[in-house]
Every structure is written in structure tokens, then in C-alpha cells.
């Protein structure tokens, strides 16, 4: 699989970018960190609107900064489409002419993309003949991305791209995103601030603090690892995990998920058998067993896990994180004085009931 490989170093008076990575070109990789920690420098970066005085980045095999040899190529020379926290669009022109502008500049031998396909992906036939100036904030962000499509990039850097719109607006820009990565098979850079918008997007997942990346992997394995409560809020801490809608218990009003390693019940969805659907399973609601439960339990989903890993545990505080295998990553808090009458091991087997699965199509309310 190819790879996005970038290693930046750049001081600014009050602030200093230090980035070394490998990230896979395969879904939507979102970087993420408090405000302030250089997520929209890194961006910046990468289109080539900030030079890094020792920079390299390489998308595959095509090298588009190497400062040992004096090679850096302008946003105008890469293949990059950039979606700002703006739309940008041109107020004078109408939504064709907007989506038009980026094509047009595009050589046609480089052109991989349609109008036709970007309008009918991005639900812009209705909007073709309207001005810029005459659409809602959702719409001109669906416009912007459009727009951005056209250029036929190799890499679509999105910086912010919901922060200025509504739930319902953010939950339709989401749901098209989504689709922009299973349809055109761009690696998609995401910028985001917003926990919700990460744990809904993320394949891959960066952790930015003061500059420095502390954290990159998969999204199930970020989200469960112990010891990132400093970048990660209590309240999204925890496993995410990709499943199958396996069937629905009408009676009950259940459905029923399957992913690797296990099954879950949750509330019944409104989807058809075999639709994917990611879930979170927040580290507060999972509770451990270290022996099989020999009592009967309101809780639905007991599933077998293997402790991977302990800690860190800290005198001051009443809490400790265990990470488990139940087949993927999950998560689970505990009170130091629990861990203390478990006498929990590394490798240890034991049953964790988890109390509560959040649907993170849900997110957003």
C-alpha cells in the first residue's frame, strides 16, 4: 500500500512543528489535537503553502519536497484539491461555473473526474444554475468540495470544513464525505477539532500536541489505548469498531451486530442486514468479571477478553485503564481498588459486560 511520507520541522516565534510520518493512502486519515497544536499547519504543509527548511514529502512514489536536493514543488504543481474552513467560493459566478473553474484549469489528459459524477455524488443538480451567493452554508461547502474534486487531485487536504455549519448541515457534509471515500478512492486529509467528526470519519488517526505528533494508527487502536486521556476527553474515550448488521430481533426490538471476534446487541436500527455501522464503546461503560458470572445479568453484551495491558496507575488518581482483546482493541475503567481485588494480569482471561453501545451516527446531537 502506498504511502503519504512527510517529515517537517518548522519554527515560528511562539510556535514549532516537528513531524515525522508514514500515512497509508488508503480512507480518510483525520488529524487531530486541541486548538493550537498545528493541525492546520501540517496541512499547510502538506499543499506546499509553508516550506519546512529540512522538509521531505512524497506522495507514493512521486517526491514533491526534498530539501537535500533544493526540490520543492508549489500547491500550483501538486496534485492537491485544498477545502478550506470556508467555502470560497466566487460570489460572481453560479454553482456550474464554481465546479467548472477547477476542471478547466486541470491539463485533460489529467482528468480522472467528471462534472457529471461530482454533481450527482454531491447532490448538486438542483443548485447548478444558482449564484454562490444564494446558497445555504451546507450547500456552498458541498460546492467547495466539488469544486476541489474537479482538479482530478491525487490527495484532498479538508481543513475545518463543518465548523461554521449546523447539526443538520454537518450530519449531510459527513454522509457525503463518506461517500467521496468509497466512490473516488482519493486519500482524504482531515482537519478537525471535534470528537464527533473523528469518530465518524477516521480510518487512520494522528494525534497533534504543541507541534508534536504523539500518536498515529488505526482509529479502534488510538481510541483504546490507556494513557491518552490528555488528548483524548473521558467522555470519547474508548473502542470504535466497525460491524455488520448480522439481523433484527422484531420481538424485542434488537439488533444484532457482528464484527471480528464477537457479536453485539443494541436498539434496533433501521438498517438492512449486511450495512456496515461503526459503534463506540466508551471505557466508562465497561465493567470486568475475572471469573464467568454465575448470576444472571440486565447486561446484554458479556463478551470474552484477553488483558493486554495495565496502567498507567497513579496514586492520585481513584481510576486505571485496562486495555483488553476481545478480537480488536477495547477499553475498559476501573477503580484502582477493583483492579486491586482482581488481581488482574497481563494475559489474564476474564468477561467484560459492557453496559452501553453509542452509535456514532448519533454523534452529532
Known sequence: MSELTARFDVTFPTFRLQVNASIPLEGITVVFGPSGCGKTTL???????????????????????????????????????????????????????????????????????????????????????????????????????????????????MDEPLSSLDVQRKREIIAFIQRLDKEFKIPIIYVSHALPEVVQLAKTLLLLKEGRLIAMGPLGEIFSQVGVRHVISDS???????????????????????????????????????????????????????????????????LVATVMEIGPIEADQPFVDIKLDIGCPLLATITRKSLAALKLHLGQKVHAQIKAVALTHDFLD
Open 43 to 157: 496541512l499547510r504543509c502538506f499543499a506546499g503553502l509553508i516550506r519546512s527548511p529540512s522538509g521531505f514529502l512524497s506522495l507514493g512514489a512521486h517526491v514533491w519536497q526534498d530539501e537535500t536536493t533544493r526540490l520543492f514543488l508549489p500547491l500550483s504543481q501538486r496534485p492537491v484539491g485544498y477545502v478550506f474552513q470556508e467555502p470560497r467560493l466566487f460570489p460572481h459566478l453560479n454553482v456550474r461555473s464554481n465546479l467548472l473553474y477547477g476542471w478547466n484549469r486541470t491539463p485533460i489528459s489529467e482528468r480522472r473526474i467528471s462534472l457529471d459524477q461530482v454533481v450527482a455524488i454531491l447532490g448538486l443538480e438542483p443548485l447548478l444554475e444558482r449564484r454562490a451567493t444564494h446558497l445555504s452554508g451546507g450547500e456552498q461547502q458541498r460546492v467547495a468540495i466539488g469544486r476541489a474534486l474537479l482538479t482530478s487531485p491525487r490527495l484532498l487536504l
Open 236 to 302: 470519547h474515550i474508548g473502542a470504535v469498531i466497525d460491524t455488520r448488521v448480522a439481523d433484527h430481533d422484531v420481538e424485542f426490538s434488537l439488533t444484532t451486530l457482528t464484527f471480528t471476534g464477537g457479536q453485539l446487541s443494541v436498539p434496533h436500527q433501521h438498517c438492512a442486514v449486511g450495512e456496515s455501522l461503526r459503534v463506540q464503546i466508551l471505557a466508562r461503560d465497561v465493567s470486568l468479571v475475572a471469573n464467568p458470572p454465575a448470576f444472571q445479568t440486565s447486561v446484554l453484551n458479556v
